[in-house]
Every structure is written in C-alpha cells, then in structure tokens.
C-alpha cells in the first residue's frame, strides 16, 4: 500500500512585534512632548504661571477727587480745597475679620490716630477677629449656641454680646488699633476709605510707605477739605459739604447711590454745594486692582487719576455783598436793643440786576425771640414768606390799568373813605379828609389804601353804597391774583438754589356765609393778604424796573474748569438773561407807575413815604411797605398767644434813568412803626453807588425828566 505524503501548510510571518514596537515608539514620543511640556511650564516658565495660577481676578476701583470751587464775580475765590496727606484703604475681595486685624495692628504702630465715638460692640468686633479667641468665646456659650444649624449671624451676635462684657483692658495702641479695625471693617468690598486724612505727619507718611508690602490693601493719598478764604460771609449762600465719615445723605441715598455714588463719597448737602453737585463733584479716578488667590490685593495700576469738579463762578461781588450783610445786621442789631424787635423773628434784604436777573447780594438774619439769637438766614429770602403791604400798589395799579377801569390820562378817583358794616371804616394812614381825590402817580407816592381798594371795587363790578353791604364778581381774587403772578408774585421765580417756596394765597370764601370774601379782596388790593418771598419781590420790582420783562433770577454767572496745574481753565457754560414772560402792560402805562414810584422819594408832599432816600443822587424809584400781622408770643407753641405786629418792607431801583440795581427788604413783626426797611435800602444804594462808581447827575430834574425816556 502507498502512502501518499500530505505537506504542510505553510506559516506565515508574524507582524505583532512591528506594531508593538510602533504603539511604544508613539508612547515615548508623547511622553517626550509631556516632559517638554512639564519643563517649559515649571523651569523656563514657572514663576510667570505660579503668578497666573495665584491671581483669581482684578477688578477697577474708584477714588474721590477734589471739588470745584467757587468764585465770585470778579474771580475772588469763596471756596477751595486744601489738600491733606492721607493714609487710605482699599478692601479686597473676601478679606477676612483675621485679615483686617493684622492690617490694623501693624498699621496702628505707625501711625496715631484720635479714637472717637467707640463702643464696647466695636471693640468686641475687633476682639473677636482672633479666630482663637473667637473660637474661645464659642465655647463658653450655652450648648444651645454650640450646636450645628446655629445660623453664623445668630451665633457671631451671642459672640458679640459675652465680648461686650468680657473686654480685656487695652493699651492705649490696641484702642486705636480697634479704631482703625472699625473703619477697615465697615469699607463695602473694594471700597476706598480714609483711614487718616487729617494732620498726617511726614514721619507717618515715610513709616507707612516703607511697610506698604505688609498691609495689603493700604496706600498713601490725598484728601481735601472745603477752605474759606474769605471767611464765612457766603456760608449762607454758599452751604455744605458732607464729612467722609457722614458720608450720602440718609433720605437721598438710593438716588445718589443710582448715580454711581459710593455710602462714604462727599456730597452737597445745602444751597449751592448741593444743587450744582453734579458739576462740583468731579470725575472719580480709576485703579486696576490685581487680586490674590487669598483675596487680597496683590497689585495696583491706576488708569485714570480722576478729574477735579468744575468751578461756579457766581454774579455776587463778595465785597458788596459783605457791605449789605453789615447794613442789616447793624440797623437789625439796633432794632434788638431799641425793643422794637422783641417779636421780629428776622430782617431780609436782595438786590438783583434789573436788566439781566443776575443776584448781586443776598442776605438775612434770623431771630429766635425765645433764646434772642441771632443767626444767618440769606436763604430766608427764597424760602420764608410774609405779608409785605403797600409795595403790592405797583402791581394793583398796573393790573387795573390792564383791566381797564383807569387809564393813563383818566385814572382820578375819589380818596374818600369806605365804609362797610361791621368792619369799621376802611382808610389809609393819613386822618381822613386829607385828599379828596388822588391821581395814580399821586396814590403811589402817598400810600393810598383808599385808592387801591376803589380799583378793586371796579374791577369786580362793586355795587357800592356807605354803610351797605355789597358784592363783587366772585372772579375777584382769581382777576388780581393773575395780574400779580404777571411779575412773579406768588409764583416761583425759579432761581437756581434750592428750597424756594411760593408763599401763602389766602381764602377767598367767607366760613361764615360761604360767600366770597370781599372785604378780604380789598386787604389784597393793598398787600395785606397774600404772603409773598422776598425773591419773588425783587423779580417783581425788576419788571418795573426793566419795562415789563420777568427775567429768572440766578447766582452762578458760569461754570469754568481747572487746568491741571490750578490755574483757572476755560468757560464751559454761561448762564444767559431768561424771560420768563412779558407784562401785558403798554409802555406808557408801565411809565404812570414808575413816576409814581420816583415821587415816593421826590413828591412835593408831606405824605410821600420813601423820602429818606431824597439825598441819594442819581435818584431812586422805589414803594415802602407796611403790614398788619401777627406773631406768636412763644415762637416755639403754636397755641401760644398772638400778638399783633408790624411787617415793613421795601422795593425800589436805581438810578431811577437806565435802572443798574433794584432791591427789596422786609423786616417782619415790629412792635411799632420803625424806618429800619428803608435805612437798609439806603445804605444798600449807597453802597452799591460808591463802590462801583455810579457817576452823579447835575440834578433831581435831570432824572425826573428822563424817568420815562
């Protein structure tokens, strides 16, 4: 039997080692790269990204800068800023109660500072910033308080109060050290504070510096405080600014804190300071904050270094206006002490430019006949009003002139008397019989009650008959009231400081019958019933005075800014003459009332009420006022007795020709008929001529002549 051979199959080559060795020739390469990579990071590179890994974030904080000031109106400054050295902080992100105590302890050994206004909880917040001590204080507290769950809030306040009665006895360091804690403390998170702003020495400025790496967040700066070079005589006008510790008002401080403020910035709080603050506060400086991994601040960069606020300069010339503070302060003094004021709870004086409504000076005294003190109120002239009198009688002659009732060539009325039942005969000063009848120039010149009551009766159709009762158009009050508001009487004039009030209309219905009150609109015709301020009085004179114009008062001239050297920048803003409205009165008639108003002080008769001012040359326009009214005994109880008083005022202008100043004054609540309001305005013309040289005129005739050219 044959065999037959079967052959094997051939083996094929294994390829397993080749890609073997390719997967680990691939793994070493990579490893390779990793190395590399691991050297690049940590040898070539490590510091750099240690840098990168330590910084968490950077974030920009504000810094204050500097007001603007303030100027009168030939440049004299009236406000600065005096720099201080400062010592500031900056709080970080997150920064610990342990932190800030480290930072206070080492920065307290540097400086000194005054504690004030500390309390035991103050120092048992820095006390308890220990965290050992804090943790020694936990364990004291009843077990309730040891337990999980305890909210941090409730527990820190059990801390707080065991602290408060259990405070070591510090040294004199360690208070201000805690003093110091309060402050870092109450920053908000990347806030700047004042640690110290005043009285820093040079020695504490180079210490601090020196240590800067050792208290993160800390940096030297500069604060400012409000300086008064020329004393305090526009503190009035002028008003406030609040302290870094004050801080945002409390009523305002969501607005303020919507418009990017931070609770410490320094505001306005009064008069100019507070109603141009968006132009005196400035443009905040910007710092680039680098923060650390732990949350304190590693670095600073500052990209903006802020930008001072803008300057007011104002229409007031600081010398005239001290020259009219010291005219009412004098002749108010002596009212005091003559025993004339015992119920006076003030004296206001304002002059303005007729032409332009520019304020020129602005004063007040306010007295507290309680205590007898006496203090400054120039705001009193926008936002107190009174009962001024007879210097209504312009306005009530120009209105009825626009009713028609008189005109300017037929405006003779009777000067007799009325007489009404029940209220007793209704008169002017003068015995009656004095004048059987008077022009309007003549009324004015003498105060006529009678006159201007007649006008009222016209004007409001009065069927009237002695001793009868009578009426009125029940539109009575409404048709004067809108003749008056023509030059601002019992409206806003708008100036441009805060706090302006309107005044007091009085009622116009009868309790008793319900009616209209018609003898009421008789007292309106001569000024004493409505309340009016003395600014709205001014605007009023000056429409006289510049033929029918209401111009809108106002006290900054312009808004210029600081060059970065100090020196004054450019002008950014001028404030120009507004026209508020137009009298709707003719020329000729707005000229009846002006030669009324110069025959207050130049009439031929005896009875002409402003010729105290006779001597000023050039010659003055003006009206005198005198008001019944009525003042509490004890100003402090509204249900204190009433005692019947005697308001004076004045209006008037000059030169009586081209009209450069117009003024108006008001003392309130006399015991007696005095001359104080027109001895203020005299001194006040006076003044006002000699100071600016206002050239005399030949004579009287020469004014008289051309009163109404």
Same mark, same amino acid.
């Given at each position: 039997?044959?065999?037959?051979?079967?052959?094997?199959?051939?083996?094929?080559?294994?390829?397993?080692?080749?890609?073997?060795?390719?997967?680990?020739?691939?793994?070493?390469?990579?490893?390779?790269?990793?190395?590399?990579?691991?050297?690049?990071?940590?040898?070539?590179?490590?510091?750099?990204?240690?840098?990168?890994?330590?910084?968490?974030?950077?974030?920009?904080?504000?810094?204050?800068?500097?007001?603007?000031?303030?100027?009168?109106?030939?440049?004299?400054?009236?406000?600065?800023?005096?720099?201080?050295?400062?010592?500031?902080?900056?709080?970080?992100?997150?920064?610990?109660?342990?932190?800030?105590?480290?930072?206070?302890?080492?920065?307290?050994?540097?400086?000194?500072?005054?504690?004030?206004?500390?309390?035991?909880?103050?120092?048992?917040?820095?006390?308890?910033?220990?965290?050992?001590?804090?943790?020694?204080?936990?364990?004291?507290?009843?077990?309730?308080?040891?337990?999980?769950?305890?909210?941090?809030?409730?527990?820190?306040?059990?801390?707080?109060?065991?602290?408060?009665?259990?405070?070591?006895?510090?040294?004199?360091?360690?208070?201000?050290?805690?003093?110091?804690?309060?402050?870092?403390?109450?920053?908000?998170?990347?806030?700047?504070?004042?640690?110290?702003?005043?009285?820093?020495?040079?020695?504490?400025?180079?210490?601090?510096?020196?240590?800067?790496?050792?208290?993160?967040?800390?940096?030297?700066?500069?604060?400012?405080?409000?300086?008064?070079?020329?004393?305090?005589?526009?503190?009035?006008?002028?008003?406030?600014?609040?302290?870094?510790?004050?801080?945002?008002?409390?009523?305002?401080?969501?607005?303020?804190?919507?418009?990017?403020?931070?609770?410490?910035?320094?505001?306005?709080?009064?008069?100019?300071?507070?109603?141009?603050?968006?132009?005196?506060?400035?443009?905040?400086?910007?710092?680039?904050?680098?923060?650390?991994?732990?949350?304190?601040?590693?670095?600073?960069?500052?990209?903006?270094?802020?930008?001072?606020?803008?300057?007011?300069?104002?229409?007031?010339? #600081?010398? *005239?206006? +001290?020259?009219?503070?010291?005219? @009412? !302060?004098?002749?108010? $003094?002596? %009212?005091?002490? &003559?025993?004339?004021?015992?119920?006076?709870?003030?004296?206001?004086?304002?002059?303005?430019?007729?032409?332009?409504?520019?304020?020129?000076?602005?004063?007040?005294?306010?007295?507290?006949?309680?205590?007898?003190?006496?203090?400054?109120?120039?705001?009193?002239?926008?936002?107190?009003?009174?009962?001024?009198?007879?210097?209504?009688?312009?306005?009530?002659?120009?209105?009825?002139?626009?009713?028609?009732?008189?005109?300017?060539?037929?405006?003779?009325?009777?000067?007799?008397?009325?007489?009404?039942?029940?209220?007793?005969?209704?008169? #002017?000063? *003068?015995? +009656?019989?004095?004048?059987?009848? @008077? !022009?309007?120039?003549? $009324?004015? %010149?003498?105060? &006529?009650?009678?006159?201007?009551?007649?006008?009222?009766?016209?004007?409001?159709?009065?069927?009237?008959?002695?001793?009868?009762?009578?009426?009125?158009?029940?539109?009575?009050?409404?048709?004067?009231?809108?003749?008056?508001?023509?030059?601002?009487?019992?409206?806003?004039?708008?100036?441009?400081?805060?706090?302006?009030?309107?005044?007091?209309?009085?009622?116009?219905?009868?309790?008793?019958?319900?009616?209209?009150?018609?003898?009421?609109?008789?007292?309106?015709?001569?000024?004493?019933?409505?309340?009016?301020?003395?600014?709205?009085?001014?605007? *009023?004179?000056?429409?006289?005075?510049?033929?029918?114009?209401?111009?809108?008062?106002?006290?900054?001239? &312009?808004?210029?800014?600081?060059?970065?050297?100090?020196?004054?920048?450019?002008?950014?803003?001028?404030?120009?003459?507004?026209?508020?409205?137009?009298?709707?009165?003719?020329?000729?008639?707005?000229?009846?009332?002006?030669?009324?108003?110069?025959?207050?002080?130049?009439?031929?008769?005896?009875?002409?009420?402003?010729?105290?001012?006779?001597?000023?040359?050039?010659?003055?326009?003006?009206?005198?006022?005198?008001?019944?009214?009525?003042?509490?005994?004890?100003?402090?109880?509204?249900?204190?007795?009433?005692?019947?008083?005697?308001?004076?005022?004045?209006?008037?202008?000059?030169?009586?020709?081209?009209?450069?100043?117009?003024?108006?004054?008001?003392?309130?609540?006399?015991?007696?008929?005095?001359?104080?309001?027109?001895?203020?305005?005299?001194?006040?013309?006076?003044?006002?001529?000699?100071?600016?040289?206002?050239?005399?005129?030949?004579?009287?005739?020469?004014?008289?002549?051309?009163?109404?050219?």
């Amino acid at each position: 039997m044959k065999y037959i051979r079967t052959p094997k199959p051939k083996r094929e080559r294994s390829h397993i080692p080749f890609r073997l060795n390719l997967l680990f020739f691939f793994v070493f390469v990579l490893f390779a790269a990793l190395v590399a990579q691991l050297a690049y990071l940590q040898i070539m590179n490590g510091e750099k990204f240690r840098a990168t890994v330590d910084s968490t974030g950077s974030a920009t904080v504000t810094g204050t800068v500097p007001r603007g000031e303030i100027f009168d109106s030939l440049g004299r400054p009236l406000v600065t800023n005096e720099p201080n050295s400062a010592i500031t902080y900056t709080k970080g992100v997150g920064i610990t109660s342990e932190q800030m105590r480290a930072v206070a302890d080492r920065l307290a050994g540097y400086i000194t500072v005054t504690v004030d206004g500390m309390l035991d909880g103050d120092y048992a917040d820095y006390y308890l910033a220990d965290p050992e001590t804090s943790k020694a204080v936990i364990a004291k507290l009843p077990a309730a308080m040891q337990k999980n769950g305890v909210k941090p809030a409730v527990l820190y306040q059990a801390e707080r109060e065991y602290a408060k009665s259990h405070l070591p006895t510090y040294t004199s360091k360690q208070r201000q050290a805690a003093f110091i804690y309060k402050k870092l403390n109450g920053a908000g998170q990347l806030t700047t504070v004042f640690i110290k702003d005043q009285d820093v020495t040079t020695k504490e400025v180079a210490t601090v510096g020196e240590h800067l790496t050792l208290m993160s967040g800390v940096n030297l700066g500069t604060n400012w405080t409000r300086s008064y070079p020329n004393g305090s005589s526009m503190a009035g006008i002028i008003g406030t600014v609040s302290s870094e510790k004050a801080g945002l008002p409390e009523e305002t401080i969501n607005a303020y804190l919507a418009n990017g403020y931070a609770r410490n910035d320094r505001v306005g709080t009064s008069y100019l300071e507070k109603a141009y603050e968006n132009v005196l506060r400035g443009a905040k400086s910007r710092t680039k904050v680098e923060i650390g991994n732990d949350n304190s601040i590693i670095d600073q960069v500052q990209q903006f270094k802020g930008a001072q606020g803008d300057n007011l300069n104002l229409t007031i010339d #600081s010398q *005239y206006q +001290a020259k009219v503070q010291t005219a @009412l !302060t004098k002749t108010f $003094a002596a %009212a005091i002490k &003559s025993g004339k004021a015992q119920y006076a709870d003030g004296a206001y004086a304002v002059a303005i430019n007729p032409n332009t409504g520019a304020i020129l000076a602005i004063a007040g005294r306010a007295h507290n006949t309680k205590t007898g003190k006496v203090t400054d109120d120039s705001l009193g002239v926008i936002n107190r009003a009174f009962t001024m009198g007879s210097v209504a009688k312009p306005a009530m002659v120009l209105g009825a002139l626009q009713d028609g009732v008189i005109t300017t060539t037929d405006n003779t009325q009777s000067d007799v008397p009325i007489y009404l039942p029940g209220t007793g005969v209704k008169k #002017s000063d *003068y015995a +009656a019989g004095t004048f059987g009848s @008077l !022009t309007a120039a003549k $009324a004015l %010149a003498v105060s &006529s009650n009678i006159y201007m009551m007649r006008l009222a009766m016209k004007e409001g159709h009065a069927k009237y008959v002695p001793k009868k009762l009578f009426g009125m158009d029940d539109d009575i009050f409404q048709k004067m009231r809108y003749y008056f508001s023509q030059f601002g009487l019992g409206q806003k004039t708008g100036i441009d400081l805060p706090g302006e009030v309107t005044g007091v209309a009085g009622a116009t219905i009868n309790p008793d019958t319900g009616l209209t009150a018609y003898g009421s609109a008789l007292d309106f015709s001569f000024g004493n019933f409505d309340t009016y301020t003395l600014i709205q009085e001014a605007q *009023y004179v000056s429409a006289v005075a510049n033929n029918g114009y209401r111009l809108k008062p106002y006290v900054v001239k &312009s808004i210029s800014k600081t060059l970065s050297n100090g020196q004054a920048g450019p002008i950014v803003s001028t404030t120009t003459p507004t026209v508020l409205s137009k009298v709707k009165n003719t020329q000729a008639q707005l000229n009846l009332v002006k030669q009324g108003m110069w025959e207050v002080v130049h009439g031929t008769s005896g009875w002409s009420t402003g010729m105290a001012l006779k001597p000023l040359n050039p010659g003055v326009a003006g009206k005198t006022g005198t008001a019944q009214s009525f003042a509490h005994v004890d100003p402090d109880n509204m249900n204190s007795k009433m005692v019947e008083t005697i308001t004076q005022s004045f209006i008037g202008f000059a030169p009586a020709k081209n009209p450069q100043i117009a003024i108006a004054v008001v003392v309130p609540n006399l015991s007696e008929q005095t001359s104080y309001a027109i001895e203020i305005a005299k001194q006040m013309f006076s003044d006002y001529y000699s100071l600016y040289k206002v050239a005399k005129l030949k004579d009287y005739n020469e004014t008289q002549a051309t009163i109404n050219g």
